[in-house]
């Protein structure tokens, strides 16, 4: 079979292997895929020694995917557009750095949770790796307009600028901080990582309402903060479980050309989650 892997630090709890071999079952391909922990220093060794054993590709999470950016010899623009790469693919002495975390959420919000972007005003929360991940995709959605807010607003600004200059056919995204924010908007995004604490970004409840969807990139057993306070002002809401799963597909996909179903996988992971 070809090989894959998933470089992470730690990588143990990771449920990309079962993602991949279901999808490899279900749609007949012959593929091996397993952990692989690289040392905090030895990233490139890893993957070097991956490519010579003859392995096909990887996904790579964290604390790697700047590097793994910096790796690969060419990038696609969704991967520039992330500064990041999550997926990599060897090829002849080739090493193609891709990003699929984006599309992955756009395709949860669209093709899962069948909630529309373009035409809608969008609020992205968060100005760190996850966001910037998410901007091409969530643009080429063609959002009404996309209003990016940061706890820290210089990095909202920066961001946003860096993005307007390398893709000037996108539409500009306005960048403010959280005080700023008082109008309801269509969706909401929460790519801060402040689930993680149990906090909220502190926007005003008026973001929200019955016709608000609110997603958080983050997903565990129960509902997140950023969840719960969004139910509490009426939005329908999803966590980020959908996400993990379609940014799994996109990379299968980029490797095998083949497209899985998802909608099994993710069943699946939710039935362990409970
Ligand atoms: P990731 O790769 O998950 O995006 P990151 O690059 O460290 O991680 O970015 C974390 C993001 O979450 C940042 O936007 C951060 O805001 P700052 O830029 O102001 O640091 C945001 N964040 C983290 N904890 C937060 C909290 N408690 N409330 C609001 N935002 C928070």
Excluded at 12 to 28: M, V
Excluded at 69 to 79: E, K
Excluded at 216 to 236: C, I, K, L, N, R
Aim: charged share 15%; glycine share 8%; aromatic share 8%.
């Amino acid at each position: 079979p070809d090989c894959y892997v998933v470089i992470g630090n730690p990588i143990a709890h990771s449920k990309s292997p079962t993602i991949h071999a279901r999808f490899a079952t279900e749609t007949a391909q012959d593929i091996d895929y397993q952990h692989l922990l690289a040392p905090l220093g030895g990233f490139e060794v890893a993957v070097q020694t991956f490519i010579k054993q003859g392995g096909k590709g990887a996904n790579v999470t964290v604390p790697f995917k700047l590097l793994a950016y910096a790796l690969a010899t060419s990038l696609t623009a969704r991967a520039q557009a992330a500064g990041a790469v999550n997926t990599l693919a060897f090829n002849n002495g080739e090493i193609l750095g891709d990003n699929t975390d984006g599309v992955g959420l756009v395709a949860d919000i669209v093709s899962n949770a069948n909630v529309t972007i373009a035409g809608k005003r969008i609020l992205l929360l968060g100005a760190g790796g996850a966001a910037r991940g998410a901007l091409l995709p969530l643009l080429q959605a063609k959002p009404f307009q996309l209003v990016l807010a940061n706890r820290t607003v210089s990095k909202a600004q920066e961001l946003a600028q860096q993005f307007a200059q390398k893709f000037p056919d996108e539409q500009h995204i306005v960048a403010c901080g959280f005080e700023d924010i008082h109008d309801q908007f269509d969706l909401i995004i929460n790519a801060t990582s402040a689930s993680l604490q149990a906090e909220v970004p502190p926007i005003a409840h008026t973001a929200f309402g019955a016709q608000t969807f609110a997603y958080d990139m983050m997903y565990g057993q129960q509902s997140t903060v950023f969840m719960q306070f969004a139910s509490a002002h009426g939005a329908s809401v999803r966590d980020g479980l959908g996400m993990l799963v379609e940014q799994a597909a996109e990379s299968f996909f980029l490797w095998r050309a083949v497209r899985p179903q998802t909608s099994g996988v993710y069943a699946a992971l939710r039935a362990q989650l409970s």
